[in-house]
């Protein structure tokens, strides 16, 4: 049997970036932003011995991560032709800059996967415990996921 617990940091904690789809030929190439939801789904082949298959206490530093990474952020595409432009906002105090390989939805759901994963890791609670899956949600009709 496997088991599945899962953990939600919904649009009411706040983080709220802003960013662009700087190759978009919509209205998504211009700067814009959302509260994100973040639905983490962990999974085990047996429980712990309290019956867990996650301690949610100790997801502590991983919401830390996430205020860190999203919260009140600008995220930009590292190959974004206005990175410069982005930088130099950043170094005045408008805004708070975070390169990223990629920016969207789906980029910040295998982003998340991957620093969520690598923490598990280093804090030995895999291969017991897997992330299965990532689900970032901008508002209520649009989201993604990352899947193992």
Not at 12 to 24: K, N, P, V, Y
Not at 28 to 35: D, M, N
Not at 57 to 70: C, D
Request: aromatic residues 10%; glycine residues 4%; negative net charge.
């Amino acid at each position: 049997m496997r088991f599945r617990s899962t953990k939600t940091y919904g649009h009411d904690i706040g983080l709220s970036c802003c960013f662009r789809q700087w190759r978009s030929t919509s209205h998504c190439k211009f700067l814009h932003g959302y509260a994100l939801a973040v639905h983490l789904e962990f999974e085990a082949d047996d429980l712990d011995a309290r019956s867990w298959v996650m301690d949610f206490g100790s997801l502590k530093p991983v919401r830390r991560w996430l205020e860190q990474t999203f919260d009140h952020k600008t995220l930009v595409a590292a190959d974004d032709p206005l990175l410069s432009q982005m930088q130099a906002m950043d170094e005045l105090g408008l805004i708070q800059l975070v390169v990223l390989p990629r920016v969207s939805c789906e980029a910040f759901a295998d982003h998340i996967f991957a620093w969520v994963s690598g923490w598990l890791a280093d804090q030995s609670l895999s291969p017991r415990i897997q992330l299965a899956e990532v689900h970032v949600r901008e508002h209520g009709a649009n989201a993604a996921k990352a899947l193992a």
